[in-house]
T-cell receptor
């Protein structure tokens, strides 16, 4: 059973516009959520995280929003750049074992010039 | 540049060979991880070391044998692998203190089993 779901396998956006990547989860015990970006032939790169006690975290062009009641989070990238084209993974951790991440299947983002 | 260094970048081996994957970090992280990643899939956790001790083994077959010689190094010894073990093997590290500490990944070893 997939505890972290990224229902959009792919997303295409024009350069300069906003990219919105979505993630849903089922386990209410998750206390941290993280977003990773992955280019081909490289390891995942940490982008931004959010604690379950917050509803928003911002870092430059990247903002993560958390809606606990809906068990939904989203990553906003604005403005989108061609270099943002990559696979984006949503991951979650539980308070009991914070060293184990539960991963979504990823969303492939293409930013078109 | 990644702060977690993995060698080799590519490895081709036969099913009877013995080889080792190496991982090194100098960020002072005391948690280190091995993951396996297949194409178009998320990383799949294999092992976690905390303070150089194995804390999580995700029921990985014994043909994979991890080792943590010191706080900066992590090895994965391979023996009698199967073709389905061909994948990208990723090492990661993180701080132990504080929840939500992100894991930092190396670029992986692309392993092909003939």
């Amino acid at each position: 059973d997939q505890q972290v779901k990224q229902n959009s396998p792919s997303l295409s956006v024009q350069e300069g516009r906003i990219s919105i990547l979505n993630c849903d989860y089922t386990n209410s015990m998750f206390d941290y959520f993280l977003w990773y970006k992955k280019y081909p032939a490289e390891g995942p790169t940490f982008l931004i995280s959010i604690s379950s006690i917050k509803d928003k975290n911002e870092d430059g062009r990247f903002t993560v929003f958390l809606n606990k009641s809906a068990k939904h989070l989203s990553l906003h990238i604005v403005p989108s750049q061609p270099g943002d084209s990559a696979v984006y993974f949503c991951a979650a951790s539980t308070a009991g074992n914070n060293r184990k991440l539960i991963w979504g299947l990823g969303t492939s983002l293409a930013v078109n010039p | 540049d990644t702060e977690v260094t993995q060698t080799p970048k590519h490895l081709v081996m036969g099913m009877t060979n013995k080889k080792s994957l190496k991982c090194e970090q100098h960020m002072g992280h005391r948690a280190m991880y091995w993951y396996k990643q297949k194409a178009k899939k998320p990383p799949e956790l294999m092992f976690v070391y905390s303070y150089e001790k194995l804390s999580i083994n995700e029921s990985v077959p014994s043909r994979f044998s991890p080792e943590c010689p010191n706080s900066s190094l992590l090895n994965l010894h391979l023996h009698a692998l199967q073709p389905e073990d061909s994948a990208l093997y990723l090492c990661a590290s993180s701080l132990l203190s504080g929840r939500g500490q992100p894991q930092h990944f190396g670029d992986g070893t692309r392993l092909s089993i003939l």
